[in-house]
T-cell receptor
Framework: TQTVSQSDAHVTVFEGDSVELRCNYS??????LSWYIQHHGRGLQFLLK??????VVQGVNGFEAEFSKSDSSFHLRKASVHWSDSAVYFC?????????????FGQGTSLSVVP | EAAVTQSPRSKVAVTGGKVTLSCHQT?????MYWYRQDTGHGLRLIHY???????EKGDIPDGYKASRPSQENFSLILELASLSQTAVYFC??????????????FGAGTRLSVL
């Protein structure tokens, strides 16, 4: 069974700090990984994805994530956060080469940025 | 602008009553999904559809029906609403090929309270 785990339910940082939101998955084969952001009262919005190639992928608004097969991780990072980055972040995974690709979401990490 | 629109945005229903949640997309996407979001559980897939007049069960289909009368519209039906179905419901759409399937576009959500 494929699972996605986000170990931190809540993270609080100050504006201008760097942040890393952690995501680990359990699956041994080809995998598609992505991050979504959910602002309060809104739907989820796609941030970035990884399937193959360069393990560091860039997303919108200065976000990047790094895939590590050895650690089974896909952590999301930002060098300098802004108060508007306060939101819930979801990591998602899907197994490759399937006729239907179902995304499995992690539990979410709530990021609070203190001005 | 392409979008996924859900209605209503919030609803209060009585136990045992019938509830219909509607979703309309202008993305010209083949796939549409209904997810349920509960605090601490991330998103769980209820039903999905890849073509009009056909629906498929997701991970938690019990107590829910779905209807896809056209490519643009996808409804979620609770024939006999129960307290345990109080949650936020999200509709999403995606493209047909494998990589496109894994980038979902979400609506703003419907907050359902069953009393």
């Amino acid at each position: 069974t494929q699972t996605v785990s986000q170990s931190d339910a809540h993270v609080t940082v100050f504006e201008g700090d760097s942040v890393e939101l952690r995501c680990n998955y359990s699956y041994g084969g080809s995998i598609y990984l992505s991050w979504y952001i959910q602002h309060h009262g809104r739907g989820l919005q796609f941030l970035l994805k990884y399937y193959s190639g360069n393990p560091v992928v860039q997303g919108v608004n200065g976000f990047e994530a790094e895939f590590s097969k050895s650690d089974s991780s896909f952590h999301l990072r930002k060098a300098s956060v802004h108060w508007s980055d306060s939101a819930v972040y979801f990591c998602a995974a899907s197994i490759g080469s399937s006729s239907f690709s179902k995304l499995v979401f992690g539990q979410g990490t709530s990021l609070s940025v203190v001005p | 602008e392409a979008a996924v629109t859900q209605s209503p945005r919030s609803k209060v229903a009585v136990t045992g009553g019938k509830v219909t949640l509607s979703c309309h997309q202008t993305n010209n996407h083949d796939y549409m999904y209904w997810y349920r979001q509960d605090t601490g559980h991330g998103l769980r897939l209820i039903h999905y559809s890849y073509v009009a007049d056909s629906t498929e069960k997701g991970d938690i289909p019990d107590g829910y029906k779905a209807s896809r009368p056209s490519q643009e519209n996808f409804s979620l039906i609770l024939e006999l609403a129960s307290l345990s179905q109080t949650a936020v419901y999200f509709c999403a759409s995606s493209g047909r090929d494998w990589l496109s399937q894994n980038t979902l576009y979400f609506g703003a959500g419907t907050r359902l309270s069953v009393l």
